[in-house]
């Protein structure tokens, strides 16, 4: 079945530092690969997505490349903020039930 | 502003008891509503898909006798969690496709503890 695997947090950076959240995935098929961010008290966001091979998702300097070779869809910011924390889930869709299959999630915590 | 509106936000209860959590699409409507849960530091997991007007479908593993799912509108489906037990204690999340869209969206999500 489809599976996806993140990295373990919290990822603890500080303010302006580069990001990087780790994130492959195993499915059948072709499926569309996404990110999404929750803050706290808030519910999931989608952050960006992408929905076919060597597409990039990009999003208030988030970036990530679905790279079919490595089945992965690794998360990068080039200067975090503090107002970046919060938890990041990917997930991969499965089209044909329109259900996601998400991540354990990141809590990322950037300091001033 | 939030389009789909999950409540309560958290609920305390005592084992053996029901627990009903509502998940509403506020200016759309959902034919389906997808039901997760996450334990501490795991994934969430698709517990079941809600279908307005027809049972629900539920994901291997699932009792369906104890997480009862009812959509019986456009904009509502809930969940009722029955005779809880400390080890449904989790947080519950639901999420709807905004069809004209095609985006999905998610609700706050409800922890729930069981004593």
């Known amino acids: 079945g489809n599976s996806v695997t993140q990295m373990e947090g919290p990822v603890t950076l500080s303010e302006e530092a580069f990001l990087t959240i780790n994130c492959t995935y195993t499915a059948t098929g072709y499926p569309s690969l996404f990110w999404y961010v929750q803050y706290p008290g808030e519910g999931l966001q989608l952050l960006l997505k992408a929905t076919k091979a060597d597409d990039k998702g990009s999003n208030k300097g988030f970036e990530a490349t679905y790279r079919k070779e490595t089945t992965s869809f690794h998360l990068e910011k080039g200067s975090v903020q503090v107002s970046d924390s919060a938890v990041y889930f990917c997930?991969?869709?499965?089209?044909?039930?329109?259900?996601?299959?998400f991540g354990s999630g990141t809590r990322l915590q950037v300091q001033p | 502003g939030a389009v789909v509106s999950q409540h309560p936000s958290w609920v305390i209860c005592k084992s053996g008891t029901s627990v009903k959590i509502e998940c509403r699409s506020l200016?759309?409507?959902?034919?389906?509503m997808f039901w997760y849960r996450q334990f501490p530091k795991q994934s969430l997991m698709l517990m079941a898909t809600s279908n307005e007007g027809s049972k629900a479908t539920y994901e291997q593993g699932v009792e369906k006798d104890k997480f009862l799912i009812n959509h019986a509108s456009l904009t509502l489906s809930t969940l009722t969690v029955t005779s809880a037990h400390p080890e449904d204690s989790s947080f519950y999340i639901c999420s709807a496709f905004r069809g004209m869209q095609e985006k999905l969206f998610f609700g706050s999500g409800t922890q729930l503890s069981v004593l």
């Open positions: 997930a991969l869709l499965d089209t044909g039930r329109r259900a996601l299959t």
């Open positions: 200016d759309f409507q959902a034919t389906t």
